[in-house]
């Protein structure tokens, strides 16, 4: 008997329950049902520790899930209408339970214990064919990755096999299951047909996806960690034969067999162990008394965990932290390069070289020199100001030491904290509610959190002093060994003496100047005349367009047409209503067509009705000490010059474009940003330059169509921008999964309303729809309660309903009442 409940299986149910509520509820409305539909699923959708199907079997269990679904909310979602919002739960799981009774009568029983199989492969097989290489080394392109992905979602339903194969090839996890329906789909008939108007990347991609699903069921290897402070890993490791441990990356990849290395934390940390994966993750309870446990916070609640059986014990032999970061081939493991997590992955090269290491064949490969090598991905170098202690008297114990560090050592280890606002309340109980802790709090979470390899740090003394300049070369480390200032980085300080500058030093201990270019310029100009710091080349996250459409509520489609679109005119405008994620979709799209978030190849401006060619291009300005004017160049003109010596793409990203007056702007370059006058020069008006616009810079703009202090832009700009229309994205399935993830029945009546404001909106001649509602005022990071609710309608929404319909109070009156009906009752 199969032990796991397919995905497929669970959305066949809901279709069929969807179907059952609107009929026997004939008096529901669409989105009445929609509620009831997901409501029911919440316990199953939350893991909120209990066995989802045996909820059904008796009235008995159902308030049990009741119970459980209260301290669920009140616990992890911090919510103060936990018994409310558990009954509303309950309330649908009834309709749920009645239609089991009816339909299904046996379901409950049969699924009661067995786990969810959810497991869809489309985005990693898309992340593994990146990474996969054809017989002469080429890597697929992009288009092939498509193509593949396309073909094995879409053209098996070609072949009218009904139910014998899932037409969606995605939802085949498991080798053997897959290499059946392979056989069944290559004997049909027709099967040459539809291969051969592919041009036979049907059975390629299907060739692909079988290598893909043997690799993927290959036993994978993991590292777990555990922090000493909080848990005695060495005693654990040498007294027990095996061990649980918590989850919480990867829980869809690990799988029972899979290899393991138990980790301790720490600068003289490393690998103390290794063993085998015994299960599956699953929900576990908190193990109560748990002799090894230090602190009373570890696994309170119900989490995901394994149970770990050791093979070798190297407590008396660790595998150093140090010496895997000293090996090419180790020194990017996930755990060195992020290590704020419980369990990572480890790649196959790297096992191979750990287990040389273990059994005495290691062979070490030197890392390459890293004064200046960033351990770590790094969006964006930023500038800071920092004191190297009051009155910075440990300046020279850290220039000699090639560090920086920051006190309020009583806070321990700073990585340990998960908001800013934690720092602050430890600050209050270890030093008095005398403060609000507000500056102190703020630098130590930047220390920890902020400040990355890479940055420039420069060193202060007084208010016009600068006795230093570094690059910041390591993560934030926490020194117990240090007598103060105990939180510590690794810096390379290139310069040391004494530089008298005219503006005023930042006050703070440490401040980001990054966004003042000019005075952070100075202080470059100030304190490294004559110098170019030769820094190595910045890495960067990558970022593909799987991973826009997670971001961005949009589907594949649309999301292909606004990429090809930009690619042929070089120049597109992003149109829409306020609120429809204009701004926050373009530089993720942008990274997604450069495969990585490289932001040195991006750049964001706004304009404005006063936004000049003079601030846009060049122009003169007073110089610094007011004795004349000197030729200064504006972001497009340095942006250009920037990416005329590169191959690859550059994005200049305009907001509010149309509230500037973009002939006046653009000037003589109107002509230039064209896509087939790409690399034609012309003279530019203040210098003697011929000038070009590269082809690999592509612009993209934004407006609000519900701006109506702004006149339309002239036909002259038109015609070089194309123009791609966001809407509110609220019937997306990317947004109805967000939904879900809320699952606050007051947050979908609202939403419900909102729609219907947005179809009276589109439906008025004043208005139309370019003044609908967008979906990004419901998209937040808090928590959604009745006070963040209410600060949306009564701050947001109804002072835009307000000066939509300024002269006419009686819709004003009545959607006000409406929108406040949504959420109170």
């Known amino acids: 008997m199969d032990e796991t409940i397919s995905i497929r299986q669970i959305e066949k149910l809901r279709r069929e329950y969807k179907e059952y509520l609107s009929s026997t509820n004939l008096g529901w409305s669409e989105p009445t049902i929609a509620t009831y539909a997901s409501d029911s699923f919440y316990a199953l959708n939350n893991n909120i520790g209990i066995d989802f199907w045996s909820c059904f079997i008796d009235d008995v269990s159902m308030l049990e899930a009741r119970d459980k679904i209260s301290d669920f909310l009140r616990q992890e979602k911090k919510s103060d209408h936990a018994d409310e919002r558990a009954n509303n739960y309950q309330e649908a799981m009834k309709h749920l339970k009645k239609f089991l009774d009816e339909k299904y009568p046996l379901l409950a029983q049969e699924w009661s214990g067995k786990a969810l199989n959810n497991t869809y492969l489309k985005s990693d097989f898309k992340k593994w064919m990146h990474k996969q290489k054809k017989s002469n080394n080429e890597a697929y392109s992009a288009n092939t990755i498509t193509t593949y992905t396309n073909m094995l979602k879409n053209t098996t339903q070609k072949l009218e096999l009904g139910d014998l194969v899932e037409s969606d090839l995605f939802f085949y996890t498991f080798p053997e299951d897959f290499e059946a329906a392979y056989k069944i789909i290559t004997s049909t008939d027709n099967f040459n047909e539809v291969d051969a108007a592919g041009k036979k990347s049907y059975s390629n991609a299907m060739t692909m996806y079988s290598k893909f699903l043997k690799e993927l069921y290959e036993p994978s290897c993991w590292i777990f960690q555990g922090n000493p402070k909080y848990y005695n890993v060495v005693d654990a490791v040498n007294d027990l034969a095996t061990i649980t441990w918590s989850v919480n990356q990867y829980p869809k990849q690990i799988k029972a067999g899979d290899k393991a290395y138990i980790w301790i934390s720490g600068s003289e940390g490393g690998i103390i162990a290794t063993g085998k994966i015994l299960c599956d993750p699953e929900m576990r309870e908190p193990v109560q008394n748990d002799p090894y446990a230090h602190d009373d916070f570890l696994n309170q609640a ?37 290590p704020g997590a419980t369990n990572f992955l480890v790649l196959k090269e790297q096992y191979e070289v750990i287990e040389s290491m273990i059994n005495g064949s290691y062979q070490r490969l030197p890392a390459s020199p890293s004064d200046n090598t960033l351990s770590t991905p790094v969006e964006k170098r930023r500038y800071w100001m920092y004191a190297p202690g009051e009155g910075s008297y440990m300046w020279e114990e850290f220039y000699e030491k090639g560090i920086m560090g920051i006190g309020w050592d009583d806070l321990g280890d700073l990585s340990l904290y998960s908001s800013k606002q934690a720092m602050k309340e430890e600050m209050k109980s270890l030093y008095g509610d005398v403060s609000s802790y507000k500056n102190a709090g703020h630098a130590t979470w930047q220390f920890a959190n902020e400040l990355k390899p890479g940055d420039i740090v420069f060193a202060k003394l007084g208010m016009y002093k600068l006795i230093g300049r ?11 060994s240090r007598e103060s200032y105990r939180h510590t980085r690794k810096v390379n300080w290139t310069h040391k003496g004494e530089w008298e500058s005219e503006s005023q030093n930042a006050m703070k201990t440490l401040t980001d100047i990054t966004p003042f270019n000019e005075y952070h310029q100075n202080m470059e100009n100030l304190i490294s005349e004559g110098y170019e710091p030769k ?6 996250d990558s970022y593909s367009e799987d991973e826009f459409l997670d971001d961005v509520f949009m589907s594949e489609e649309r999301y292909t047409t606004l990429k090809n679109l930009l690619r042929k005119k070089k120049n597109i405008i992003l149109q829409g209503a306020p609120g429809v994620g204009k701004t926050y979709a373009a530089e ?13 190849r991006v750049i964001i401006v706004q304009f404005h009705q006063s936004y000049s060619y003079e601030d846009f291009i060049m122009g003169y300005r007073p110089n610094n000490n007011n004795s004349g004017f000197t030729l200064s160049y504006g972001p497009f003109y340095d942006f250009c010059k920037e990416a005329e010596p590169d191959d690859r793409e550059y994005f200049f990203i305009i907001d ?29 008006l203040y210098s003697d330059e011929q000038f070009s616009v590269p082809e690999n810079v592509y612009i993209i703009g934004m407006m609000n169509t519900a701006d109506r202090s702004l006149a339309m832009i002239d036909y002259a700009l038109r015609r070089r921008f194309a123009f791609f229309e966001f809407e509110p994205a609220f019937e997306t399935e990317g947004f109805k999964t967000y939904q879900s993830t809320i699952a606050n029945n007051k947050f979908d009546k609202l939403i419900e309303t909102v729609s219907s404001l947005n179809k009276i ?54 959607w006000t009442l409406n929108l406040q009906g949504a959420i109170h009752g």
């Open 302 to 338: 119900p989490h995901l965990a394994v149970d770990i059986k050791f093979e070798k014990k190297l407590t008396a032999s660790i595998i150093l932290r140090k010496e895997l970061l000293a090996d090419e081939r180790t020194k990017k493991l996930e755990i060195l390069t992020y």
């Open 761 to 814: 909106i589109s439906e008025d001649a004043s208005l139309g729809s370019g003044f609908r509602i967008g979906h990004s005022y419901f998209c937040t990071g808090e928590v959604v309660d009745d006070a963040w609710l209410s600060d949306l309608v009564e701050y947001e929404f109804i002072p835009l309903i307000k000066e939509y319909w300024f002269d006419e109070p009686f819709k004003v009156e009545q």
């Open 470 to 480: 570094g690059i910041v070369t390591s993560e934030y480390i926490f020194d117990p």
């Open 656 to 684: 509010e474009i149309n509230r500037g007056n973009l002939s006046k702007i653009f000037g003589e370059l109107l002509m230039l940003i064209e896509n087939d006058k790409r690399g034609k020069e012309v003279r530019l």
């Open 588 to 600: 993720r799209l942008a990274h997604s067509i450069m495969g990585e978030k490289d932001s040195s």
């Open 535 to 540: 820094d190595s080349p910045a890495e960067y």
